[in-house]
């Protein structure tokens, strides 16, 4: 990378930053993050600073006193520990950590533009990579990720995604081939959910190799790679210190498979079958030969990760995860968001397969277009992988949009034409124009729905912080949702998060909330809390109310508060209810 360009580059991601910073601002300055995940994230690497082991990821606050095995990796952890024990002996604990968490999704930020402008200058010029940097900031699911306070994994997951592309376009497939490996293993070890998109790069490789045996070693060096990181990565970030098959995350049975296709992809590539059928039969015996791994090693992994969760939990807490449902179910101004940019990438990466002059060239757009048809897809179906979708699409997206621009110049004598053509520029650059259009004329509830805009909460996290406090650390019933705030910002412990693996934890707090008073007494006092704790304009809680007007969150809500909960006037003028819980005879 030129140092033209690396300049080109920095001021493009430095606008960034700006725009994101002026954004987000409230959010910095009142240290509240994007997603309950980013706040445990904090508690998690406050832990490992003071002392828990770097291969015991529990979180020993939740669900006390066995706590919560997370399923997350100390991967993602080291930048931001690194920074707080950098910046802690100048600034103090409390403001490193504040400036570490806006500098860590920044910094995450730069590499992503560094790795999307420097694919955009290869294939085009420094003028297009700096407009695919800046187009980044138009791809709203992407942005989110980076954003100041964002410290959990999703943004790394995107700029490994990233690699593994830079790798793909690589000349040499020895080097591509690492790249892409050690990409793809880096980012299943902190997240299994990129897992149908690392199937997806092998699968580009594996058409390498099927359009010409001489390619083989794509394929070859990929596997391989892939393989070997895994298991040194696992080895690494889990030890020997939990054997177990889990459906989550990288297990013992994932590493079996990745051997196997690995070991399978290299006898391919050895025999060179003349044939093409030959070569997907063998192919297909190789995935075969994966599924009974599966089926032998962790046969309810085959239900996936989720499928233990019980139907409470299921119905009240997974099924309302927006993140993890298909596009098609997003209020209709953010699905336009995570479709737009990424099919606008596709679209100019089959004219550019149309337009090569080399055939090196044409296959090179073609295997763009495949990776990122197969993108496209997993963002349909996971609103939270089309930030992915979106990013892999810039390079060749930001070609068009030069190209479309030039056209709508070049029709200067012709004004509807040129209307036209900037018209359709400036929907691509703000696509949710025309929903937000039609909401302005429906009514207040149809217009939230299409845009998916709802109120904020009234509720003030801090003075709460402030009244619990003062109290001796003990266990506090909470909303899920609330839990890892409280965890960062008090030394109290809460019964559950919104984390799959403290399963039971969570069915208790929502079967206490949408359970009769006495019901809920029980499981309230079973686990330990001596506090409940209630913020009442929060989506959580109202949908314990809808799910029952007579449990005890409704009560709650209507300020019928039944006598074994006292209210405690710790957070004056927070906005959170809080009650003291009158532990019964039986319980003690």
């Given amino acids: 990378m030129t140092g033209a360009l690396l300049l080109r580059l920095t001021i493009c991601w430095l606008l960034l ?8 601002w409230s959010d910095i300055a009142a240290h509240r993050f994007p997603d309950p995940d980013d706040s445990l994230r904090l508690v998690q690497v406050r832990d490992l600073l003071a002392g828990q ?5 529990h979180q020993y606050r939740v669900a006390a006193p066995a706590g919560v095995p997370m399923h997350w990796t100390r991967l993602v952890d080291v930048p931001i520990a690194g920074l707080i024990l950098l910046l802690r002996p100048l600034l103090g604990q409390p403001l490193a950590e504040t400036v570490t968490c806006i500098l860590v999704p920044l910094l995450t930020l730069l ?12 294939y085009f010029n420094h003028e297009i990579a700096g407009l695919a940097a800046l187009t980044m900031g ?4 992407a942005m989110f990720q980076f954003q100041p306070m964002r410290i959990d994994h999703h943004a790394w997951q995107i700029v490994l995604a990233l690699a593994a592309l830079n790798g793909l376009a690589a000349r040499d497939a020895r080097k591509g081939g690492l790249v892409i490996g050690l990409s793809l293993a880096t980012s299943l070890a902190i997240s299994l959910e990129n897992l149908p998109l690392a199937a997806v790069f092998i699968a580009v490789c594996g058409v390498r190799f099927l359009r010409d045996p001489s390619q083989g070693r ?5 596997m391989n790679t892939l393989a070997g990181s895994s298991i040194a990565l696992f080895l690494g970030t889990r030890g020997l210190y939990d054997l177990g098959q889990h459906c989550d995350a990288i297990s013992p049975f994932h590493l079996a498979v990745f051997a196997w296709g690995a070991l399978g992809c290299s006898a391919l590539v050895a025999m060179k079958p003349r044939r093409i059928v030959v070569s997907l039969v063998l192919a297909g015996a190789i995935g075969a030969g994966a599924i009974l791994i599966v089926l032998a090693q962790a046969p309810e992994c085959t239900k996936g990760a989720f499928a233990a969760l019980d139907p409470i939990v299921r119905k009240y807490w997974y099924n309302a995860v927006l993140e993890g449902k298909p596009v098609w179910d997003m209020p209709p101004a953010a699905a336009v968001t995570m479709v737009a940019l990424p099919l606008f990438g596709l679209i100019a990466t089959l004219r550019l397969a149309l337009r090569a002059t080399s055939r090196d060239d044409a296959r090179w757009w073609i295997d763009y277009s495949l990776l990122l048809g197969g993108s496209i897809v997993i963002g349909v179906l996971v609103a939270r992988a089309s930030a992915t979708a979106c990013l892999l699409a810039v390079a060749p997206a930001a ?10 110049r070049a029709a200067a004598g012709r004004p509807g034409r040129q209307a036209l053509a900037y018209l359709g520029v400036a929907l691509l650059l703000f696509p949710s124009i025309p929903v937000f259009a039609i909401a302005a004329v429906l009514p207040g509830n149809e217009a939230e729905a299409a845009t998916g805009a709802s109120g904020t909460t009234s509720c003030d996290y801090d003075k709460l912080a402030a009244g619990l406090n003062r109290l001796p650390a003990t266990d506090i019933f909470a909303p899920i949702d609330i839990g890892p705030q409280i965890l960062v910002d008090t030394p109290h412990r809460v019964v559950a998060t919104g984390h799959h693996r403290g399963n039971l934890a969570m069915k208790d707090v929502i079967e206490a909330f949408i359970s009769d008073p006495a019901k809920a007494r029980k499981i309230v006092e ?3 809390a001596t506090l409940l704790v209630l913020c009442p304009d929060l989506m959580e809680p109202a949908n314990y109310e809808r799910a029952n007007p007579h449990g005890l969150a409704a009560d709650l809500m209507d300020h019928k508060v039944p006598a074994w909960l006292q209210p405690a006037n710790i957070a004056p003028g927070s906005g959170f209810q809080v009650y003291r819980v009158a532990i019964s005879g039986a319980a003690r």
């Fill in 17 to 24: 930053c700006a725009l994101l910073v002026a954004v987000h």
């Fill in 53 to 57: 082991s770097w291969f015991d990821v």
């Fill in 111 to 122: 590499a992503a533009v560094l790795l999307a402008g420097r694919l955009a200058a290869k």
């Fill in 138 to 141: 138009l791809a709203a699911p």
């Fill in 218 to 222: 794509w394929l070859l060096w990929s």
């Fill in 399 to 408: 070609w068009q949009l030069r190209d479309r621009l030039d056209a709508a």
């Fill in 526 to 528: 079973r686990r330990h």
